[in-house]
């Protein structure tokens, strides 16, 4: 298959591109720096210089390729951010999704080819149950702030894409190498013991390693799966399992607890993931691409 690859060079891009060039897919990949297009051929792919924010040149791209299969990849977050802040670390991720990923999809549809879009698994509302499915409905304008601010439009996105037959990969939380729990935030604030477990710590965060996300998409793709995928691990952590174990496994000190309101007052996202997140169930992924993940939980991902 030919694959337009937007976000071939971040976290789940890297594990990405060498899956799909195994597989025999002639991989285009974009990047808007074009320091990086030799990274990206030697990989097998044939890198392109492409701003996704740039409806025209993205168009060209496609018009030239016409893909069989156009992934959204991409994703705008810093590596390093203020937990108080957390509407900054949100804003890029915003403006990509407003004004990037409308035009894959676009460059999608005016070529024929299916759209796949990077989305998350740990939006789903409280209060159907600790694993939730793909059926269930996602926190939107009701969830705590800066998501209330963030989620419509992802949501959004995603019924765009399923309505036009594409594939939403709902990822759990990246771990592995180039993510916030490799040399980005979170590893600091947890060796540095400003990551607490909050209140309850009972918010189930379900987990992925970027290697075997890369390999549940390649397979989505491949099989031609449409519709929401849960790409999570098999068992979602309360945050006051994983994130003693996580701290070990870095060689950090033991997190510090504190209660919740405060926490609530100042980051409600944060209490909200800490308390109340739900986790997600990966029982489609299993069923439907013959897929397990190496890693079962975070547990033992976080060890290796
Ligand atoms: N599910 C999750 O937990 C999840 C999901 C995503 C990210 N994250 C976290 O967020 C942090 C950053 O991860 P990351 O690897 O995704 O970030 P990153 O290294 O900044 O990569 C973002 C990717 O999107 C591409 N991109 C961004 N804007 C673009 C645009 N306008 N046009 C074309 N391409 C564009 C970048 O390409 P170029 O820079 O080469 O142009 C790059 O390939 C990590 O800690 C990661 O764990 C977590």
């Known amino acids: 298959m030919k694959i337009l690859l937007a976000g071939a060079t971040g976290a789940i891009g890297r594990p990405l591109v060498p899956r799909l060039v195994e597989a025999g897919h002639e991989v285009t990949a974009l990047t808007r720096r074009p320091d990086r297009v030799d990274a990206l ?15 025209a040149a993205t168009l060209a791209v496609a018009d030239e390729l016409r893909p069989d299969v156009v992934m ?15 509407w900054k670390f949100y804003e890029g991720m915003v403006d990509l999704r407003l004004r990037g990923t409308p035009n894959l999809i676009e460059a999608a549809q005016r070529t024929g080819a299916r759209i796949a879009f990077q989305s998350i698994a740990f939006m789903y509302a409280p209060g159907n149950g600790d694993i939730c499915t793909e059926d269930d409905p996602p926190y939107e304008r009701d969830a705590p702030f800066p998501w209330n601010l963030a989620l419509p439009a992802i949501v959004a996105l995603e019924r765009r894409v399923v309505d036009v037959g594409g594939l939403v990969l709902r990822y759990g939380m990246f771990y592995g190498p180039g993510t916030h729990f490799d040399t980005g935030q979170i590893a600091s604030d947890v060796k540095r013991r400003r990551m607490p477990i909050v209140g309850s710590g009972e918010g189930r965060f379900s987990f992925i390693h970027v290697d075997d ?38 060689g950090a000190p033991r997190p510090l607890r504190v209660p919740a309101w405060p926490v609530r007052r100042l980051a409600p996202l944060a209490a909200h993931w800490a308390t109340t997140l739900p986790g997600a169930s990966n029982a489609r992924a299993r069923r439907e691409l013959g897929w397990a993940p190496q890693r079962p939980t975070a547990i033992e991902g976080f060890e290796d």
């Open 41 to 55: 051929d030697a990989a097998g792919a044939h890198g392109v210089v492409c701003d996704v924010i740039d409806r």
């Open 72 to 86: 959204d990849q991409t994703t705008s977050l810093p590596q390093h951010y203020n937990a108080r802040k957390m």
């Open 213 to 250: 996300a890369a390999a549940a998409a390649a397979l989505a793709v491949e099989r031609g799966t449409t519709g929401i995928l849960n790409v999570v691990d098999d068992r979602p952590l309360p945050m006051r399992e994983w994130l003693p174990a996580y701290a070990r496994a870095i």
